[in-house]
């Protein structure tokens, strides 16, 4: 009996050392990422998702695997919309 228990044990540790191993790069990574806007010429207007939220050049924590629509404006220039 104890014989096959031994490789059930194994098994065991095994599969809880990759589910372990799998979400740690999760972890580590964080929900959100710093992404950096610019512009040329600088002072445009930042909206994200139709809300103002600074003038380039401006760094903005956004939440990762989400979908954003990134506006910028400014006077005198057209307005340049873009998806990440």
Request: glycine share 6%.
């Amino acid at each position: 009996m104890i014989k096959k228990s031994k490789p059930f044990i194994i098994i065991f540790i095994f599969l809880v050392m990759v589910l372990f191993l799998t979400n740690c790069a999760t972890v580590f990574r964080g929900t959100t990422t710093d992404v950096n806007f610019r512009s040329d010429p600088t002072g445009a207007e930042v909206y994200v998702n139709g809300n103002e939220r600074g003038n380039t050049p401006v760094e903005l924590k956004l939440e990762s695997k989400k979908i954003y629509h990134i506006e910028f404006k400014k006077e005198g220039y057209e307005s340049k919309t873009y998806t990440i």
